[in-house]
């Protein structure tokens, strides 16, 4: 059974640094690109970033480019969101997802993990 | 504003077909394939259709996904009050070089 767990998430000033860790279990890891979309308070999904499988290639979202990095270490099945320069617009949860095919569809999500940008 | 269009809501009787559309451009759904992913109350999104109109196993046939040039649909039949949800396609955009989803659509099951 597949299975993501995404933890890391907390409330943090603006201006703040994160972590965001997802533990994936149930497939091989490293046969699938993974990605981080998130879902502010009531609004709908958006996509944040993009890893392949072997960390080669990765891509943002404009909103986030320049202050979130996406990584992942195969040898512990494991995908990072690194968060920095935080603002109020980045508080949502964030969902770590494994990719179908690369782009073509997202085929298991996570329960997500909640970020709070708060003064 | 999303980059891919969606109503914002639908609603039809139980045992009725419904229809959800998503229009794009040449740089996303013209060129790319299209997922749509159901958002029941409270939980995480699940894969409804890949690959345009491919159903991941355990999906039933009920749902059907089509696209046609720069526009995608999804379509729902026999309708239950279970698939009340709010309905997201996505697709990757050439130009941007990211994923984008549309804005997403309530299914209101009257």
């Known amino acids: ?119 | 504003q999303s980059v891919l269009t969606q109503p914002p809501s639908v609603s039809a009787a139980p045992g009725q077909k419904v229809t959800i559309s998503c229009s794009g451009s040449s740089s996303n759904i013209g060129n790319n394939y299209v997922s749509w992913y159901q958002q029941l109350p409270g939980t995480a999104p699940k894969l409804l259709i890949y690959d345009n109109n491919r159903r991941p196993s355990g999906i039933p046939d009920r749902f059907s996904g089509s696209k046609s040039g720069t526009s995608a649909t999804l379509g729902i039949t026999g309708l239950q009050t279970g698939d009340e949800a709010d309905y997201y396609c996505g697709t990757w955009d050439s130009s941007l070089s990211a994923v984008v989803f549309g804005g997403g659509t309530k299914l209101t099951v009257l």
């Open chain 1, 1 to 119: 059974e597949v299975q993501l767990v995404e933890s890391g998430g907390v409330v943090v000033q603006p201006g703040g640094s994160l972590r965001l860790s997802c533990a994936a279990s149930g497939f091989t890891f490293d046969d699938y690109a993974m990605h981080w979309v998130r879902q502010a308070p009531g609004k709908g999904l958006e996509w944040v970033s993009l890893i392949s499988w072997d960390g080669g290639r990765t891509y943002c979202a404009d909103s986030v480019k320049g202050r979130f990095t996406i990584s992942r270490d195969n040898s512990k099945n494991s995908l990072f969101l690194q968060m920095n320069s935080l603002r109020a617009e980045d508080t949502a949860l964030y969902y770590c997802v494994k990719a179908h095919g690369g782009t073509r569809g997202m085929d298991y999500w996570g329960q997500g993990t909640l970020v709070t940008v708060s003064s």
